[in-house]
């Protein structure tokens, strides 16, 4: 214990010992680097686990794991802007996503559609727009009386919130009583489909499949189905993950600045001691309720870029608390303060915690020449080791979730600052940790 | 009383918040004898059973003794260990699942193939009618099950404390809850490996379980076991507490810790008692919810700990008397809203209490009374 929370177990100051801690290290001191080598890592693990598969598989595998990490990476810098830089202990992620895309699907949605609930027909951009809007009202709403409270009752309170918005958005009488006054709806525990991505109508024509636009016709020809064979869908899959990216610069660029001017530097003031900022004449509920906000706004855009994007929403199981604590674990992992370790742990979160296990089970499964016995009971009870693991593997999910909070609770214990957390930047504007001559703190 | 100075013109004057709550808390109540008079007066008023309202409130009281069962322990931790602990409601399953095979076994261990009975029917195929696990016909079984909810989930707690807590005794509140987190995931996705994901039926259903109909509310055979038994233990934890040296030095540890330990209490000693205690309570709890649903499933717990959350906050964390409250306040919140709103928002309405209570009075509603 003692030792791995010494100071000097930062590996940044340490002499490289070997030609792959150098490279460490040299990656480590450049950020794009480090992600561009997490994500290389990534894709060599992926494709070893699919490459018998053929192309279309690795492809496919390596698209999902870019797209959940980036879809991770931008609600992770969300909540880093709450809990990393100002110290909110905001566990209601779910609740303000959930608001986001049930917004932004009530505003684009056709007033009189096929099947599902009516919306009012306005243009994805201002159902985007509505969707951050809403979610940024929201939680001026849990701010405003929430803020005074002690950390762990401020978790208490926005747990308790998003499970509210969860299930009133889950409520059959709350689609009535909405379809009655305003003339759309929620659609309930069936959940609402989401308008189409635009990003499908850059490669078809209307989205259709078989009618591909100009773009798309050249890609499907050289990359997919008539090229390459990789799969159109997954090409389209990749268009969107581009957009993705940029959006996580965008997050990346306007939290970097935002950390970096006075503003930013009171919110850290502000997580390292709340009476000494407000002593010195900062406003802090005023700067709390504005930073809870615009952190809430980019998790309403975060929600809609991931889950408006993939065809249907439902408020269970995709809005449960438990996806607040996933993105949780990504903070954690990342080291909470750190703008390219929330990038980071967002990726690593969802390759190796999130996706990773069931893919490797499913392989490990494939390796096991053993029927799989229906039960653990039956699986005990014959007392095969082979038929066990055939189990375990089989069954791989639940133990994903075991390990997932094993890796919390080994980070609590051994590196609480996560992998990137030695960079939290200090509310000072200079390094007063600096020291002449690089003597170690022993 | 605190309570009473509370509703007092000049607490009033002070708590505007608070004046809104207990005006809103007023027009209820008006509401409520209009309805149960079945007059209709403007907006207010309506038409209400007394048997409606009758059963209404003496579920909720059932549930809410489970909850705030569950409670005295989420409390105890929060206060001698000085964090939320979002493992509880995965406690709370642990005893409900082993507590379930323990009371299998001992109902049908003769007649039913053991798998299936220790796997609470996971395993095999046996349905609870074989099982016959009722007080009425069984009850020698429920008991040592409840029994045995309490001592397995104490040594799971008491397990969990000393691989996953023990490390980190020095550090603070929100880096123990965000552990706590990962132990809510390891132990809720133990049980799912081991016992399976779906939903089952766990009771049989006996003839004559309906005792009595006082105002035509029915009271089962098994909600007055709930009822006993939850009392019974609360009562057992009250003399724990009191009269014993252990429950003063818990006590004194949960008031002023570093006073405490001055004073030379065995600090590691009352963590352990804490974990005994409050683990079993929790597992007790999640055995008796069981028993009052008839169903099981693997993150029961889990969904309950919210509620459980807002029992604490309603009595004031620290004080297992206002757990207690709390949870009756909760049960009786969840069934009697159905009065005025839809079902699908009891949970939201027992949530929404719980906020406005941390938000209007966050020492509770009976004043930070610490285990006391």
């Not at chain 1, 010992?17 to 994500?39: F, P, Q």
């Not at chain 2, 016992?195 to 003839?207: E, L």
């Not at chain 2, 352990?272 to 009052?292: C, E, F, K, N, P």
Request: aromatic share 8%; net charge neutral.
């Amino acid at each position: 214990m003692s030792d791995a929370t010494a100071p000097d177990d930062t590996m940044v100051d340490r002499e490289p010992d070997s030609a792959l801690a150098a490279v460490l290290a040299a990656a480590k001191r450049s950020d794009l680097g480090l992600v561009v080598l997490t994500l290389g890592l990534i894709y060599l693990g992926a494709t070893l686990l699919t490459f018998t598969d053929g192309l279309n598989s690795v492809v496919g595998l390596l698209r999902t794991l870019t797209f959940l990490g980036l879809v991770y990476a931008l609600s992770t810098l969300a909540l880093n802007l709450h809990w990393g830089y100002t110290g909110l202990f905001n566990i209601g992620v779910a609740g303000f996503m959930a608001i986001g895309v049930y917004t932004m699907g009530i505003v684009v949605r056709s007033p009189d559609p096929a099947f599902g609930p009516p919306g009012f027909g306005l243009p994805l951009p201002v159902g985007i727009v509505a969707g951050m809007a809403m979610a940024s009202l929201f939680g001026l709403i849990a701010a405003l009386p929430a803020l005074r409270l002690r950390a762990d009752y401020f978790a208490i309170v926005t747990l308790g919130l998003s499970e509210i918005i969860r299930l009133t958005l889950q409520s059959s009488t709350f689609d009535t009583a909405l379809r009655e006054t305003l003339g759309v709806g929620t659609g309930g525990g069936r959940g609402m489909g989401m308008p189409q991505n635009p990003v499908r109508g850059l490669f078809l024509v209307d989205g259709r499949a078989g009618d591909p636009t100009a773009l798309g016709a050249a890609v499907f020809g050289t990359l997919g189905e008539g090229g390459l064979g990789i799969s159109n869908n997954i090409l389209i899959g990749w268009g969107y993950i581009l957009v993705l990216a940029v959006f996580v610069v965008a997050f990346y660029v306007l939290l970097e600045r935002l950390g970096r001017s006075p503003f930013g530097r009171t919110l850290k003031a502000i997580r390292e001691d709340e009476l000494v900022a407000d002593s010195l004449g900062k406003n802090v509920d005023l700067i709390k309720i504005k930073v809870f906000m615009i952190g809430c706004a980019l998790m309403g855009l975060a929600g809609i870029l991931w889950f408006g994007s993939q065809g249907n929403v439902s408020p269970s199981p995709q809005f449960e608390p438990i996806l607040t604590f996933y993105i949780f674990v990504a903070v954690i992992i990342g080291g909470s303060g750190s703008n390219t370790g929330s990038v980071l742990g967002g990726i690593v979160f969802a390759a190796v915690l999130f996706e990773g296990p069931r893919r490797v089970g499913a392989v490990l499964r494939d390796t096991i020449d053993a029927p799989t016995p229906p039960t653990f009971g039956d699986a005990v009870a014959a007392a095969d080791p082979v038929g066990l693991l055939a189990y375990a593997t089989d069954n791989i999910a639940p133990l994903q979730f075991v390990l997932l909070g094993l890796v919390l609770i080994f980070i609590m214990h051994r590196r609480p600052d996560g992998l990137l957390g030695d960079r939290i930047e200090t509310a000072a504007a200079v390094d007063l940790t600096r020291r002449e001559g690089g003597e170690r703190d022993e | 009383m605190e309570s009473i100075e509370l509703l007092s013109p000049a607490a009033l004057r002070e708590h505007p918040g608070l004046a809104v709550v207990a005006a809103i808390g007023l027009l209820l109540c008006v509401d409520l004898l209009a309805k149960l008079a079945g007059l209709q007066v403007g907006p207010l008023g309506g038409s209400l059973s007394v048997a409606r309202l009758g059963s209404n409130l003496w579920n909720g009281l059932v549930i809410g003794l489970v909850i705030g069962l569950a409670g005295i322990g989420l409390s105890m931790t929060y206060s001698i260990l000085n964090f939320a602990n979002f493992s509880h409601g995965d406690l709370v399953s642990t005893g409900a699942f082993t507590g379930w095979g323990v009371a299998f076994v001992v109902a049908a261990a003769g007649s039913q193939p053991l798998g299936a009975l220790v796997t609470v029917r996971d395993a095999g195929d046996v349905t609870p009618g074989a099982i016959g696990a009722h007080v009425l016909s069984t009850p020698g079984a429920i008991v040592v099950g409840l029994l045995a909810a309490f001592a397995i989930t104490a040594v799971v707690s008491l397990a969990i404390d000393r691989a996953f807590y023990k490390p980190m005794r020095d550090r603070g509140g929100i880096a123990l809850l965000i552990t706590s987190v990962g132990v809510a995931l390891v132990v809720r996705y133990l049980i799912q490996f081991a016992y399976g994901a779906d939903r089952r039926g766990i009771t049989a259903s006996v003839d004559g379980d309906t005792l009595a109909t006082p105002l035509g509310v029915s009271v089962t055979a098994h909600q007055l076991t709930i009822a006993v038994a939850a009392i019974g233990l609360m009562v057992a934890m009250h003399y724990t507490l009191q009269r014993t040296k252990l429950g003063t030095a818990m006590r004194a540890m949960a008031d002023n810790k570093d006073l405490a330990l001055i004073t030379g209490i065995p600090a590691e000693r009352v963590v352990a008692a804490t974990w005994i205690l409050g683990g079993g309570l929790a597992g007790a709890s999640g055995y008796l919810y069981v028993l009052l649903r008839g169903t099981i499933q693997f993150d029961f717990g889990w969904s309950l700990l919210l509620l459980i959350f807002a029992a604490v906050i309603l009595g004031g964390i620290g004080s297992i008397y206002g757990a207690i409250a709390g949870g009756l306040v909760i049960g009786l919140v969840f069934t009697t809203s159905t009065v005025w709103i839809s079902s699908d928002f009891n949970a939201a309405a027992a949530f929404a209490v719980m906020i406005l209570v941390l938000l209007l009075r966050p020492e509770g509603l009976f004043g930070g009374v610490s285990t006391a």
